[in-house]
């Protein structure tokens, strides 16, 4: 899994309104398909690959369509969450390294942070994640030593 760990990969504003109108109703087309009851939970494991928002203008009604469509592997949603702001943050997982092998985020989770040495971190697009990564480095690593790895190097 290659993935990037952003805080903001993507925020798309959503809360533009129309001024005519006295009221903007949401709704949520994901890969062609409505989503009743949107709450970000639909786009977890996947990557937005476009975003468009459509309005359609009634009697005093707004419908806002947020037409989302997925795909692209390399880079998978873990949590989509809505601010107080109305945008929409995007985080992902960056690849993973463990004294020197690449980890699941649930092995990583389980590291006790006693047992840590030290952490890298080689953002998403630098040289140096391209070069000691090649392409699952594109989007950045978290290489963290634990003492057993670093005493055993």
């Not at 959503?14 to 639909?42: M, R």
């Amino acid at each position: 899994m290659r993935t990037i760990l952003l805080t903001a990969l993507c925020a798309i504003t959503i809360g533009t309104q129309a001024k005519v109108a006295n009221d903007t109703i949401d709704k949520y087309i994901i890969d062609k398909l409505p989503v009743e009851h949107f709450d970000g939970s639909q786009l977890e494991g996947k990557c937005i690959s476009k975003y468009m928002i459509a309005y359609k203008q009634g009697k005093g009604v707004v419908e806002r369509h947020h037409v989302i469509y997925t795909g692209d592997e390399d880079v998978k949603v873990v949590r989509l969450t809505a601010n107080d702001d109305k945008s929409v943050s995007v985080v992902t997982e960056p690849l993973l390294i463990v004294d020197g092998k690449e980890t699941s985020p649930e092995e990583f989770a389980k590291i006790n942070s006693q047992a840590i040495d030290h952490i890298d971190v080689l953002k998403a697009g630098s040289k140096a994640a391209k070069e000691n990564f090649g392409e699952k480095g594109k989007n950045g690593v978290i290489i963290v030593t634990t003492k057993a790895g670093k005493e055993s190097k």
